[in-house]
């Protein structure tokens, strides 16, 4: 016998619309293939004017939170609001009813889900976020029911669409961050205030819950190393193109023996990575299991079908499961006391400098990075001054690309040669791979 399944959406923006559409569309789908007939049985939202556009019949909408969960014909709550604000009010009261929930928040999911999940353990349902991470990559999935039969050592990623469509288009057509950033707001993939997502917030609250899973502890976001894409320069994606390098901003999580290390920042990775052809809006996940080598997951990280086809998988997922599933590490508020989180850690280094063009200015400058312990495998002086000029005009760009260090001594080598007036470094930025 079929199973029927009452579902209530609370937001109806990208993501809530896509949810619905989706659940309408596939109705007849579902039940044949799962089973189990999903209908949307209420709506929550601020204005009317979605309800119209997805010609939502008016006897869903609700007036309030009471009345959705009160509702005897809802299952399974899906909150697509975002944000740490009444989105958690909203869960926090469905849970409390003993209504499995949905959502695809990340910030919420980062910060309380180890508050959310104890509620719905209390009251034995569900909480699901599939949706949170990497939009309609099934990257959830995967790690609690794909690969849990390895240890997971590493996973790289590009997690976040915006950066990676601003990235693609400054390597692509030679242009500065500033005006690909404009574009992309007027084409919709920039938010009005991009923050979040250019200065790698949103990454980071993905790397935390990724990450947690992956390597079965709490990572908490505050322990992840963090610096966004908007300092980045034209000239450097040039300098590092001409190098064989591709600029991403990725999200790196490693499991060590010495402990867990986990980062997002701008990278240069080889030209030949898979990870340097995932170009415009997509997103793709790279994991390392010590059973099953390298996988790596590919898609569209964002977006209102994309994204719901996660939502409605959890949904699905929930409507058909009586046991419920929570996460495989112990949800607390902080890290386990006895993991240690590398903030020393180890990369190779692109650094462009700004160099006085003339004899012995590169032996004080390797003299430094030695004196620092850092092996240079390139260095790449970018055109010459004009021997008769002084100030800027006698300076040139230098790039170097060093051996694997480690981030303090490149930080000392830095402030060093800033402080000698042959030079200035204008940039520093993480390759792997090198
Ligand atoms: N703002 C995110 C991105 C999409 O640009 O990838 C939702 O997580």
Redesign the pocket.
């Given at each position: 016998m079929v199973k029927k399944v009452g579902v209530a959406i609370l937001g109806l923006g990208v993501v809530g619309g896509g949810t619905y559409q989706t659940l309408v569309k596939h109705r007849e789908f579902y039940k044949q293939t799962q089973n189990v007939d999903v209908t949307v049985e209420s709506v929550l939202v601020r204005s009317g004017k979605r309800v119209k556009e997805l010609g939502i019949p008016e006897e869903l909408v609700a007036k309030t939170i009471e009345e959705v969960v009160a509702n005897p014909a809802v299952d399974i709550v899906v909150e697509t609001i975002g944000g740490c604000g009444v989105a958690k009010e909203y869960i926090l009261a469905a849970l409390n009813e003993g209504k499995s929930v949905v959502t695809a928040n990340?910030e919420l999911i980062c910060k309380y889900s180890h508050e959310l999940e104890r509620v719905a353990k209390r009251n034995s349902c569900g909480l699901y976020y599939e949706a949170s991470c990497v939009?309609g990559v099934p990257i959830i999935r995967t790690l609690l029911d794909g690969v849990q039969a390895n240890r997971i050592t590493e996973m790289m990623g590009i997690?976040?669409?915006?950066?990676n469509y601003i990235l693609t288009k400054m390597t692509q057509e030679g242009a500065e961050y500033d005006e690909v950033l404009k574009e992309a707001q007027r084409l919709g993939y920039a938010?009005a205030d991009p923050t979040?997502?250019v200065e790698g917030h949103?990454a980071t609250y993905?790397l935390s819950i990724l990450a947690s899973m992956a390597f079965h502890t709490k990572v908490p976001y505050t322990k992840i190393f963090r610096e966004g894409i908007s300092e980045v320069g034209r000239k450097d994606i040039q300098f590092g193109k001409e190098l064989g390098y591709t600029l991403k901003l990725l999200a790196i999580a490693k499991n060590t023996e010495k402990g867990i290390e986990v980062r997002v920042h701008p990278t240069f990775v080889r030209d030949r990575h898979p990870l340097a052809a995932v170009n415009d809006?997509y997103?793709a996940v790279f994991l390392r299991g010590d059973a099953v080598g390298d996988v790596m997951l590919y898609g569209r990280?964002?977006g209102a079908f994309p994204?719901a086809s996660a939502v409605v998988s959890d949904v699905i997922f929930a409507a058909t499961h009586a046991d419920v599933k929570y996460s495989t590490f112990k949800n607390t508020a902080n890290a386990d006391p006895n993991v240690n989180f590398i903030s020393d850690f180890e990369s190779a280094y692109y650094i462009r400098l700004f160099v006085d063009d003339k004899a012995g200015t590169l032996t004080k400058i390797t003299g430094i990075f030695a004196r620092y312990g850092i092996s240079i495998v390139v260095v790449d002086q970018k055109g010459r001054a004009d021997p008769t000029a002084t100030g800027d005009a006698a300076r040139v760009p230098l790039v170097v690309i060093t051996h694997k260090t480690r981030e303090n001594s490149i930080k000392k080598a830095v402030a060093k040669i800033n402080e000698t007036d042959l030079a200035i470094v204008r940039s520093v930025i993480r390759v792997e791979d090198q």
């Open positions: 990340k939009g997690i976040n669409g915006t950066t938010e979040a997502d949103d993905k809006s997103n990280g964002a994204t």
